[in-house]
């Protein structure tokens, strides 16, 4: 079993719709959560960084973390064309430099 | 502009060569990390460096080796001892900061084996 698990899609949603995309891990010593955001052919992009559990808001994209169900989300609302891409979850222990990458969700928004 | 660079941005490779991918980082962090990624993949850790002239294996590092003699360079070389070098090379770099370990990448490097 993966340590960081993520359904690789991929989805596809119409423009302006709320999309949710989700990660479940294994360790429960993970303490720091991340979403990045990964263009065709380009780097991965930091969208969102979390401590512990609880939602962060950040314009359109929210992230929630429940460390009891072991489940972290990304919710974008008011989708467009251009939040197409691959969407990876990171998550770290305390203390711990390297990152555990799940496999990303390949995310398409129709116009 | 503060960030992270690497080049070249596509490189082919003949069978049995050597090749060295460059990154380079003025963000003033501590931390540098190489990835490979394939395709339907996440992201796979080769060798990371918290400090200049010390540096530890990712997950995958047999054929791979790093050197990090400038706290802003951490070039990765390719080996021949690679069975399938034919991926997407990504460098990253983080503070090294215990509480605040988010990792900025660089664009990227599409290494082809011909």
């Known amino acids: 079993q993966k340590e960081v698990e993520q359904d690789p899609g991929p989805l596809s949603v119409p423009e302006g719709a709320i999309v949710s995309l989700n990660c479940t891990y294994s360790n429960s010593a993970f303490q720091y959560f991340m979403w990045y955001r990964q263009y065709s052919r380009k780097g991965p992009e930091l969208l969102m960084y979390t401590y512990s559990s609880g939602n962060k808001e950040d314009g359109r994209f929210t992230a929630q973390v429940d460390k009891s169900s072991k489940y972290i989300s990304l919710f974008i609302r008011d989708s467009q064309p251009s939040d197409s891409a691959t969407y990876l979850c990171a998550m770290s222990e305390r203390g711990a430099q390297k990152l555990v990458f799940g496999q990303g969700t390949r995310l398409t928004i129709n116009p | 502009d503060g960030g992270i660079t690497q080049s070249p941005k596509y490189l082919f490779r003949k069978e049995g060569q050597n090749v060295t991918l460059s990154c380079e980082q003025n963000l003033n962090h501590d931390a540098m990390y190489w990835y490979r990624q394939d395709p339907g993949q996440g992201l796979r850790l080769i060798y990371y460096s918290q400090i200049v002239n010390d540096f530890q294996k990712g997950d995958i590092a047999e054929g791979y080796s790093v050197s990090r003699e400038k706290k802003e360079s951490f070039p990765l070389t390719v080996t021949s001892a690679q069975k399938n070098p034919t991926a997407f090379y990504l460098c990253?770099?983080?503070?090294?900061?215990?509480?605040?370990?988010?990792?900025?990448f660089g664009p990227g490097t599409r290494l082809t084996v011909l």
């Open positions: 990253a770099s983080s503070s090294g900061r215990p509480t605040y370990n988010e990792q900025f």
